[in-house]
T-cell receptor
Framework: GDSVTQMEGPVTLSEEAFLTINCTYT??????LFWYVQYPGEGLQLLLK?????DKGSNKGFEATYRKETTSFHLEKGSVQVSDSAVYFC???????????FGKGTMLLVSP | GAGVSQSPSNKVTEKGKDVELRCDPI?????LYWYRQSLGQGLEFLIY????????KSGLPSDRFSAERTGGSVSTLTIQRTQQEDSAVYLC?????????????FGPGTRLTVT
């Protein structure tokens, strides 16, 4: 079955540091890929998505590129802020079927 | 506009009791999903409803779990004879449809604790 693997956290960074959170997936078809974010005390929010190979999703300074050859969708940000502290979930949905399969989440802690 | 709402926000129950969790989706959203977020298991799909179609129950972990959606809007997730392993945050999401590209909007969740 489908699965998503993402790096374990917590990831601890200083403000303005570069962020990478790795995500790889296993799927039978050609899935859409997503990053969701869960801020403390809040619900899950879609951060960005990509629906086909080589697409780049971007939002709020975060980026991720759909790499079919390496089955990866790594999340990056050039300069993190304290307000980026949250749990980040990588997810996929199979083409034409929108139920999400999630990774286990990576907690990001950014200190001033 | 109003987002997805869930009630109660917290529920503590004794092992063996039945519980009902409620979800109010965004008005006009035809698709509704239930997920469970637990330590060690991450986020797991439970069930989804799309319009008047039969629900996809493939993620329900046991026959103690059931869900219904009345009038294509509000949904109730029922857990019978609760067990300690049912302790988790239950999340509801809704979307305009089930085709890829339709964003799922999540509610704040119901934290269930079974003692």
């Amino acid at each position: 079955g489908d699965s998503v693997t993402q790096m374990e956290g917590p990831v601890t960074l200083s403000e303005e540091a570069f962020l990478t959170i790795n995500c790889t997936y296993t799927a039978t078809g050609y899935p859409s890929l997503f990053w969701y974010v869960q801020y403390p005390g809040e619900g899950l929010q879609l951060l960005l998505k990509a629906t086909k190979a080589d697409d780049k999703g971007s939002n709020k300074g975060f980026e991720a590129t759909y790499r079919k050859e390496t089955t990866s969708f790594h999340l990056e940000k050039g300069s993190v802020q304290v307000s980026d502290s949250a749990v980040y979930f990588c997810a996929l949905s199979e083409s034409g079927y929108s139920t999400l399969t999630f990774g286990k989440g990576t907690m990001l802690l950014v200190s001033p | 506009g109003a987002g997805v709402s869930q009630s109660p926000s917290n529920k503590v129950t004794e092992k063996g009791k039945d519980v009902e969790l409620r979800c109010d989706p965004i008005s006009g959203h035809t698709a509704l999903y239930w997920y469970r977020q637990s330590l060690g298991q991450g986020l797991e799909f439970l069930i989804y409803f799309q319009g008047n179609s039969a629900p996809d129950k493939s993620g329900l972990p046991s026959d103690r779990f059931s869900a219904e959606r009345t009038g294509g809007s509000v949904s109730t997730l029922t857990i019978q004879r609760t067990q300690q392993e049912d302790s988790a945050v239950y999340l509801c999401a809704s979307s305009l449809g089930t085709l890829e590209g339709y964003e799922q909007y999540f509610g704040p969740g119901t934290r269930l604790t079974v003692t």
